[in-house]
């Protein structure tokens, strides 16, 4: 009996050794943001599809931002948000747009459904501390940042306050991010 008491004990131990933890801790400490170097200069995260959790989706079914808008972010980001009401320092939210295509199937007619046609991607990182107060890609508490497939290691953002934020001055409020795709933020 005290055998198998002591064996769950150190289960119990390596695995709280090795889980992710619950909330995000404050990342100023531990030097450059992830997604990002000392300078701020902003990357898309590699591999976020399989690390990262998918928050929800938007589909726009007309105009250039036409497609499949699926957003990521880390676990703990997502138990950060649902314990507090507000996204971690730290924080990384990866939008991916993708081309859209629509057929009658048994489910109904006209579903649409995403493609394998990347258009780009979205990154904005959460920055409580504005550690990159000279950078035009850093500000209102955000990151910025705009890649396209041909060259997914380039930012084509060169100033977020004209290349980004126009897009998000309706969710101002919600430091803004629209944050109504996204049910799995709700406790």
């Known amino acids: 009996m005290k055998a198998a008491a002591l064996a769950a004990g150190l289960l119990m131990l390596a ?5 992710p933890p619950l909330a995000m801790a404050d990342k100023s ?10 300078h701020g200069s ?6 976020f599809r399989t690390s990262m959790v998918h928050l929800g989706s938007w589909f726009v079914p ?6 499949f808008h699926d957003v990521y972010t880390e676990p703990e980001t997502v138990a950060f ?3 507090h009401g507000k996204f971690p320092d730290g924080a990384t939210l990866v939008k991916e747009l993708r081309a859209s295509a629509s057929g009658d199937y048994t489910t109904g007619k006209g579903v649409h459904h995403a493609t394998d046609t990347l258009k780009q991607w979205f990154v904005m990182i959460k920055d409580t501390e504005g550690r990159h107060p000279d950078n035009p890609l850093w500000g209102e ?28 001055i309706p969710a101002k409020d919600n430091d803004w991010v629209y944050i109504e795709a996204y049910p799995i933020l709700t406790p």
């Open 141 to 168: 508490g955000w990151g910025w940042g705009l890649f396209k497939p041909d060259n997914p290691s380039l930012n084509l953002a060169k100033d977020y306050k004209s290349d980004c934020l126009g897009c998000h």
């Open 15 to 19: 695995t709280a050794a090795i889980a």
């Open 29 to 38: 400490a531990e030097g450059p943001d992830p997604g990002a170097d000392a």
């Open 81 to 83: 948000y649902r314990k």
């Open 42 to 47: 902003i990357s898309l995260p590699e591999n």
């Open 62 to 67: 007309v105009g250039d931002a036409s497609g």
